[in-house]
């Protein structure tokens, strides 16, 4: 097979003619008349010998061999003016555009923000509170950090982190509203950061998928659940990244000593040909030296002394692994519930 490719300004001509499906649109983008691009069209056909084009419709109209060759035509294009851009950035200091999971942004990385500002100065950053990995195939955005299973077509993803769910509330509603054992639940709002998944998941962990439930208030993200326990609304699910700042600094408290592991995972992505890039190389090499330095632990209750369950200790029982960012799966050992005494 020939290793020789076809002139550069007749594939840009057949480009821009097939995805206008207008020759005269094509020359308008391209700045060249239209005859100029018909007679590159027709160059490029006697080169590859073939029809790119069905003549005679009102609308250019791509034959079979035409559109077999316009997807590598145009992802040839992207990738070279991407690296254009990249070519042209200097190494250490630019925009550089992150797209981030709500809750990781709030309450983990804007914390630590300054610390790469201090590295980075000359870096400026624009942050986007998204979880949406359509993002990855968008130009404006550089860095995706993503909650969910890794599997995102024709792009780099690296593990971030794992992380584990429990219940998470604030030390103020404690003080006028105990939860001492798994019923007092029903006393308390539940707060949900999906569609109820995560707490079923910790609810069958603990062994009271039963338990009567009181209010429940339904946010579209962990953040805005996560933001309500604070503010003394209810009982939301916490996990080990997000939640550890809160907890640290008794903002928190987690009342009972279960955690569940979540289905995904976070993972930091991005485009093949964007990795390459030295001012994405820092960002992400900085991410993942923040999180080696948090050594993050698993949650201790605020309990003092073990209580005995409704009907069964949680010891021996199932943890049921799964979240509400997705379904059930394998299980592994639970650990035993204590109950915080206040005060």
């Known amino acids: 097979m020939s290793s020789r490719l076809p002139p550069l300004n007749p594939l840009r001509a057949f480009e821009a003619a097939a995805r206008h499906g207008s020759v005269s649109l094509a020359a308008q983008e391209l700045s060249v008349t239209h005859g100029a691009i018909s007679h590159q069209i027709k160059a490029l056909e006697a080169t590859l010998d073939v029809k790119l084009f069905e003549r005679g419709a009102q609308r250019l109209k791509l034959t079979a061999q035409g559109a ?47 610390q790469f500002t201090e590295q980075y100065p000359d870096i400026r950053l624009t942050l986007t509170a998204s979880n949406d990995a359509d993002h990855l ?30 219940p998470v509330v604030s030390p103020t509603l404690l003080n006028s509203r105990p939860l001492r054992t798994l019923r007092d639940l029903r006393d308390h709002v539940m707060l949900h950061g999906d569609d109820g998944r995560e707490w079923n998941t910790w609810l069958a962990a603990a062994d009271a998928t039963g338990l009567p439930r009181g ?77 080696g330095a948090d ?41 035993r519930a204590k109950r915080r005494i206040k005060p």
């Not at 040839?76 to 981030?100: D, H, Q």
Request: charged content about 20%.
């Open 68 to 114: 077999l060759l316009l997807p590598a035509v145009s992802n040839a294009f992207a990738e070279i003016a991407a690296a254009t851009a990249m070519v042209k950035r200097p190494s250490t200091s630019g925009e550089l555009s992150v797209t981030c999971v709500p809750a990781l942004l709030s309450l983990w990385l804007i914390p630590r923000l300054n």
């Open 137 to 166: 195939r968008s130009p404006d955005v550089d860095i995706c950090i993503l909650y969910g299973d890794g599997n995102w077509a024709d792009c780099w993803a690296r593990l971030w982190s794992h992380l584990r769910l429990f």
């Open 215 to 291: 209010p429940q208030h339904f946010m579209s993200d962990a953040r805005l659940s996560t933001e309500a326990a604070l503010h003394g609304q209810g009982v939301a699910l916490g996990d080990t990244i997000t939640a550890s700042d809160l907890i640290a600094k008794g903002e928190l408290i987690v009342p009972f000593d279960l955690t569940v592991p979540a289905n995904d995972a976070f993972y930091v992505a991005c485009r093949s040909e964007v990795r390459a890039a030295p001012i994405v190389r820092v960002f992400i090499d900085w991410l993942f030296a923040s999180l």
């Open 295 to 335: 050594s993050i632990a698993e949650p201790q209750t605020a309990a003092r002394r073990i209580i005995r369950r409704r009907n069964s200790k949680i010891a021996g029982k199932p943890i049921v692994k799964g979240s509400a960012r997705g379904p059930a799966s394998k299980q592994a050992p639970a650990r």
